[in-house]
């Protein structure tokens, strides 16, 4: 990764570990677009080619500042809880 792509998600993100966490998670939505829109075309259908990476692309979109983002606190409900 060069150093400017660096800069620009430090400025995006709180921490590198929540730029991961973004950057993940929104690859993740992209490939799964990708995928949805792959089965739209057909099986007959040339297989699609693509610029980037869903990773790159992610990473990509996380510096420009482009994504807007938050975490949901988990509540009580939500929390594992481990028997004694």
């Known amino acids: 990764m060069d150093y400017e792509l660096r800069q620009k998600i430090e400025k995006t993100a709180k921490n590198k570990y929540e730029a991961v966490i973004v950057a993940a998670k929104l690859?993740?939505?992209?490939?799964?677009?990708?995928?949805?829109?792959?089965?739209?075309?057909?099986?007959?259908?040339?297989?699609?080619?693509?610029?980037?990476?869903?990773?790159?692309?992610?990473?990509?979109?996380?510096?420009?500042?482009?994504?807007?983002?938050?975490?949901?606190?988990?509540?009580a409900d939500e929390e594992e809880v481990y028997p004694e």
């Open 27 to 75: 690859a993740r939505q992209i490939n799964m677009n990708r995928l949805a829109s792959e089965e739209n075309l057909g099986p007959e259908a040339p297989p699609p080619t693509y610029a980037h990476k869903v990773t790159t692309e992610a990473i990509n979109k996380l510096a420009e500042g482009n994504i807007q983002y938050r975490f949901r606190e988990a509540t």
